[in-house]
């Protein structure tokens, strides 16, 4: 049975070129170990260049050479299957809409038959002197692997959508034991994704990165469609088992996918971009929300009892529209995979690799309880950094009371400590944190931090206290401990924490649990003691569109840059 594998995201048919954000995982008995995007290493946000920061930093983590790895596996299907499943989409797209997508039928079928001719069937790449045979997987069957053999549950529904990938925009599965059973696919060219991502670019944001932006604006909208005229933008077709749009579909014929829609871009003029983001929203949420119920009809149609649901695929970034699935009538809980984006289909394809191969008959290595997958650095390493750069500090044995206090005074405090998250939420240990009392903190933090964003700040709860805080909460909520959904808050609590409530009156939780992060769970616990609040306000530690922090030079960086009143980082304190 294979020990170590390695995932790797990269664009291996040209190492030179770029794909989305790269990543490595490594997997070893069925257990993701140490995960890490190129993006923390190189220092560029959504780094797509071949990882080899990260494979190295992911090697030396767990002390092993290239000789110790067994199988390299990849996240996209050989060249020839891929692009004459886009070619498929494309016919799928013109049959539903009228849609002749000349350019993506004839660059299809050329890439077809020139790739299942001219490409080699198995895929070889040499990695510090080492050749491997690369194994080749579906880009949305590992998104399911990651969000399913990570979950909790023995037995899901597992849904996937994104702006595009092997020639689909989504998927859907039953994940049970160790297998996952296709239930149907959704081709590209007419998805709510590229639909979220068009909106984003015509509200002035960058696509594939500012989606957060529009969820946050929604909420101050009127989401009228039939004002706006787009209630027929787009619609989950049931009996079709996809999403038909012609709007979208000319979007992909006509523009480069960077340019703005036809579709909002003109109603600009009139609407305000509140409106418009609302009408995005309403229409993602209805018709994936319709998406995933026809997903589970067919799940029960084929015999198969299911309750619970994994998601992942950028699309599932939305936390309101996974609010909004696990409010389906039948869904019992919900798990995102927190690496939900492309940075986590290295982990995916490095489990799928796994279980598709071993005789192993439980997925129990694979569940994660927390996804701290990254480098630590320890106090000696940490004091170096802070002495190269002739930082005054104290040492603290017990840096967490401290750190409640500082927070009681009204501090906004760096925190650096253990090991970085995998995937896009910084959960306490590269987080920027404060006192979840200030109304007008979300202007003047954001501002500090040379940010725009529209959501407040994310609540960090001790998971003994989130039932009393977000409705329906319940403790086996693991979506939750990720900040992966929405809740709606209490009505008497928001009062309490309304630096971190939305004007919806939701908020996006990070649950803490002492098991998963004792340091963190101790420092808002001291924050309870002092405040009577056992909530503190967590943003990501980055300054203005660089990625998250990583090394302690990273957080020395943004502690000066952003001006922070507080830099905590291991058993360090520097003000
Ligand atoms: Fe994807």
Redesign the pocket.
Known sequence: MKKNILGIQANFLNPNGIT?ETSVSLVKDGAPITCIAEERLSRVKLDGRFPTKAIDQVLENEGISIEDVDTIAVPFLHPAKSNYKYLKSAWKTYFDTGIFLKKQIKDFTWFTLYDSIKKPRTLKHKIHGKEFSLELYD??KC?AAGAFFCSPFEKALVV?L????DGLDGSAYVGEGTSLNRLFEIPHFQSPGTMYSAITSDLGFKRHRHEGKITGLAAYGNDDLERLGLDDLLSYVPNKKRFVSKRVAEHHKNADLSEKSKFFYPLLEKFGREDLAAAAQKILEIEVVRFVQNALETATKKGHQVDKVCLA??VFANVKLNQRIYNIEGVNNVFVYPAM??DG?SGGAALLSYFEQSEVKSKKAAEIKEIYKGIAYDNDRIKAALDQANLSYTHYDEVEKEIAQLLHQGKIVGRFNGRMEYGPRALGNRSIIGAPFDPSINDWLNKKLNRTEFMPFAPSINVEHAKDYFIGYEDNHIAADFMTITYDVFEDKIEKIPAVVHIDKTARPQVVREETNPSYHKIIDEFYKLSGVPVVLNTSFNIHEQPIVCTPEDAIAGFLEGKLDVLAIGNFICT
Do not use: I, P
């Not at 994104?162 to 990938?165: A, C, L, N, R, V």
């Open positions: 989305n880009h949305h998104h996937t994104d702006g595009g990938g695929g950028g984006g492309d289909l």
